[in-house]
């Protein structure tokens, strides 16, 4: 179970490239078409098109909570507390970080996007106490 939690840690930087490579492109587009000029973003991001704001923001939100996951699966692996429960966890938080990102860049539902990212919270925090408890236990 060592490389256990390499995968839920892929997905989530495979999400995060891929919000990064559309924000890109989307961001392009608005430069190559003069729809934004260089000078309008120079200072804020405020004169992104919406579509592009929306995706951006979703990206922007993978540099946050997720640091905390990286760390954890870093010191679970290197600590060799790679338990069951951290697995499930990790795939867990996982899949709701990929759903607060669907969430944010298609509907943009407020209270979806909360509940998913509350989810997703939870269970990083539960995450952290088992790895915490199972650091000190053994």
């Given at each position: 179970m060592s490389d256990a939690l390499f995968y839920?840690?892929?997905?989530?930087?495979?999400?995060?490239?891929?919000?990064?490579?559309?924000?890109?492109?989307m961001r392009f587009r608005a430069i190559a078409s003069g729809q934004v000029k260089p000078g309008d973003i120079a200072?804020?991001?405020g004169a992104w098109p919406r579509r592009a704001q929306q995706v951006s923001n979703a990206?922007?939100?993978?540099?946050?909570?997720?640091?905390?996951?990286?760390?954890?699966?870093?010191?679970?692996?290197?600590?060799g507390v790679t338990s069951t429960a951290l697995v499930v966890l990790a795939w867990v938080w996982a899949?709701?970080?990929?759903?607060?990102?669907?969430?944010?860049?298609?509907?943009n539902h407020l209270r979806l996007r909360f509940m998913a990212f509350a989810a997703g919270m939870?269970?990083?925090?539960?995450?952290?106490?088992?790895?915490?408890?199972?650091?000190v236990t053994q």
């Open positions: 839920p840690v892929l997905m989530q930087v495979g999400l995060t490239l891929a919000l990064a490579i559309a924000t890109g492109l200072l804020g991001q990206y922007q939100n993978q540099m946050e909570a997720p640091v905390l996951f990286y760390a954890g699966a870093l010191f679970a692996t290197v600590l899949v709701s970080r990929l759903l607060h990102a669907f969430i944010h860049v298609t509907s939870l269970c990083l925090m539960a995450f952290w106490i088992v790895l915490v408890v199972g650091v």
